[in-house]
T-cell receptor, first 116, second 109 residues
Framework: EAGVVQSPRYKIIEKKQPVAFWCNPI?????LYWYRQNLGQGPELLIR????????DSQLPKDRFSAERLKGVDSTLKIQPAELGDSAVYLC??????????????FGSGTQLSVL | KNEVEQSPQNLTAQEGEFITINCSYS?????LHWLQQHPGGGIVSLFM???GKKKHGRLIATINIQEKHSSLHITASHPRDSAVYIC???????????FGKGTKLSVKP
């Protein structure tokens, strides 16, 4: 079975340009997470979806970041316009959460973003 | 103070040594995760536990709920174990994990 698939693997852009990341979770997983990980730090949650509903986007900088999960499967995360401080690894993860309880998380390989 | 603290931050060991990485947390949790992240790679979930002890191959994870502490042990360490090990705690219906900053392990041949 394929794991969580993310693309692109790497992205280099100039500041003020837009960028988009794509995530295909494990088939059947209802919960999808987008995390941002800065060098030497643990992942920080940006947004969590349960099916197609964003249930926690409190940490998402909504002035420039947006996300969607149409049909409750694939998801895209967009930054427009990108700033130098957005350089990080963007990780997608999915899980099958039942009755509000956490189950094991599966992570994608991440997208390493460099903003010049 | 971070809600999830790991120690040590960096660890260098010789091949074959027994390794312990610690995680302390200050919030109520429903489960604790140990994750492994190789350089340039994605994150792999090693364990999810809410009590007691779990073992998988050379890896052992323990948790003491009363003391709010967990340990990850690696027996007979090998250079391929070199990675960042991350502790994360889940709080049930709140849905989100709180991550530690990770422990960077380097095992020398």
């Amino acid at each position: 079975e394929a794991g969580v698939v993310q693309s692109p693997r790497y992205k280099i852009i100039e500041k003020k340009q837009p960028v988009a990341f794509w995530c295909n979770p494990i088939s059947g997983h209802n919960t999808l997470y987008w995390y941002r990980q800065n060098l030497g730090q643990g992942p920080e949650l940006l947004i969590r979806y349960e099916n197609e509903e964003a249930v926690d986007d409190s940490q998402l900088p909504k002035d420039r970041f947006s996300a969607e999960r149409l049909k409750g499967v694939d998801s895209t995360l967009k930054i427009q316009p990108a700033e130098l401080g957005d350089s990080a690894v963007y990780l997608c993860a999915s899980s099958l959460d039942l009755m509000g309880q956490h189950e094991k998380l599966f992570f994608g390989s991440g997208t390493q973003l460099s903003v010049l | 103070k971070n809600e999830v603290e790991q120690s040590p931050q960096n660890l260098t060991a010789q091949e074959g040594e027994f390794i312990t990485i610690n995680c302390s947390y200050s919030v109520g949790i429903s489960a604790l995760h140990w994750l492994q992240q190789h350089p340039g790679g994605g994150i792999v979930s090693l364990f999810m536990l809410s009590s007691g002890k779990k073992k998988h191959g050379r890896l052992i994870a323990t948790i003491n709920i009363q003391e709010k502490h967990s340990s990850l042990h690696i027996t007979a360490s090998h250079p391929r174990d070199s990675a960042v090990y991350i502790c994360a705690v889940g709080r049930g219906s709140q849905g989100n994990l709180i991550f530690g900053k990770g422990t960077k392990l380097s095992v020398k041949p």
